[in-house]
């Protein structure tokens, strides 16, 4: 159906879900359960289908590593990733979104993701690929929402 005379990036979308419990601020992050990075912590995310958009990705990948289920209404655009290297497996692009929610709710790791949990955003473990930069994007967008 697709025919391309030049390589072309695969596209991915990210969802990063934070929740706020009093005055204390929580993100939703998944333990990789395959290379590359296994075992290292990163958002709900993947790749994306020929036949969906990026925010029908983000929600379908949110629900099928970690059981939450969300609108692509609630989603909110962070922006795309593009550094050339941010992927060891090929040239990726993400698009990430922003999901805000009032309090955590249960999450278990299904899928590719061995688990699923929530982190205060004061102690966050060493994140794979860019995440870390996605994370510093996201909070800002979070906080500027919320004032």
Not at 44 to 56: L, R, W
Not at 75 to 95: C, M, N, S, Y
Request: proline letters at 4%; aromatic letters at 10%.
């Amino acid at each position: 159906m697709y025919s391309y005379k030049y390589p072309r990036p695969a596209v991915t979308a990210d969802c990063v879900v934070m929740a706020r419990e009093g005055d204390e601020a929580y993100v939703l992050l998944i333990e990789r359960g395959r290379e590359p990075y296994r075992g290292a912590w990163a958002f709900p995310g993947g790749f994306m289908e020929m036949s969906e958009t990026a925010e029908e990705c983000a929600v379908r990948e949110l629900r099928e590593e970690t059981g939450l289920r969300t609108e692509e209404e609630s989603l909110v655009q962070i922006g795309a990733f593009t550094k050339v290297d941010r992927d060891p497996r090929e040239r990726v692009i993400t698009v990430a979104f922003l999901c805000s929610m009032e309090g955590r709710t249960g999450v278990a790791g299904h899928d590719d993701a061995a688990r699923a949990e929530w982190f205060n955003i004061k102690e966050l473990p060493e994140l794979a690929f860019d995440h870390k930069e996605i994370m510093e994007k996201a909070i800002a967008l979070w906080r500027e929402r919320r004032e």
